[in-house]
C-alpha cells in the first residue's frame, strides 16, 4: 500500500468517525424545553419524580431512557400513557430527552 | 380535641412512621428492606455494576434501580412476571420472584445508595 492510499483511507475514517459523533450528538438544551412541555407533569421538571408510580429520571442511563422511549413508541412496552407521549416524539426528541435527563443531578444510582 | 383523640392521633402518626416502607398499592405486600437484601444475588451480576451493559437483545446500560420510587420497582417486575415487558433475562427472574419478593428487593433498592445520599 502506498503512503498516500494509507493516508486517504486514515482521512476517511476520521471523517466517518467525525459524522459518527455529530450524528450521536444530542442537544441537552432541546430536551430541556420537550421534557418541560411533555414530560414535567409527571416525572418532573429535572426527572426527579415525587408520584411514586413513576419513576425518577435524573441520572438514569442516557441509551436505557432512549430505549424505554422508543420501546413505548412502537409499542414493544406496553402503557397507555406513555404510549401517547412517546408516540408523538420524533428520533431526536428522544435522544435529547435521554441526554437532558441523564445530567439532571442524579435521582438514582447503581446499588449492589 | 379530647385528651383520648389526642393520644388516638399520635398513635396513628407514630404507626405511620414505624411503616416507613409500606407499600402505596393495595394488595401489594409490604415490603422489607433487609429480607431484600437477603435476596439479590440474582440482581447484583446486572444492576449493581457500574455502567454495565445487558447485550441480548439490545445493547444499553441497565438501569440504575438505587433511589428508584418503590411502587415503579414492583409494578416493573410485575410487568416482567406478565410477559407484559418482554426482556428475556428479567422475564426468567422476575418469574421466580412472589409478590412478597418483588416487596422485598423494591423496598431495598429503593433505598438511595451511599453514593447517592452522599450528594
Known sequence: MTMS?????????????????????ANIEAG???????CAACHGEDGNSQVADYPKLSGQHTDYLAKALRDYKSGARKNAIMAAFAGALSKDDIENLAAYFHVQPAAVSTRN | MTKTTHFAAAAVVALAAALPFAAAAQGVPAGNPVAGSQKNQM???CHGIEGWRTAFPEVYKVPKLGGQHQAYMVKALQAYKSGER??????????????????????????????TAAK
Not at chain 1, 493516508?7 to 450528538?25: D, W
Not at chain 2, 412478597?100 to 451511599?114: E, F, N, R, V
Open chain 1, 5 to 25: 492510499k494509507r493516508l486517504l483511507i486514515s482521512l476517511a475514517a476520521a471523517a466517518a468517525i467525525a459524522a459518527g459523533a455529530a450524528a450521536q450528538a
Open chain 1, 32 to 38: 430541556k424545553a420537550k421534557a418541560k412541555e411533555v
Open chain 2, 43 to 45: 440482581c447484583t451480576g
Open chain 2, 86 to 115: 418482554t426482556h428475556p433475562s428479567m422475564r426468567a427472574i422476575a418469574a421466580s420472584l412472589s409478590d412478597q419478593d418483588m416487596a422485598d428487593l423494591a423496598a431495598y433498592y429503593a433505598q438511595a445508595s451511599l453514593k
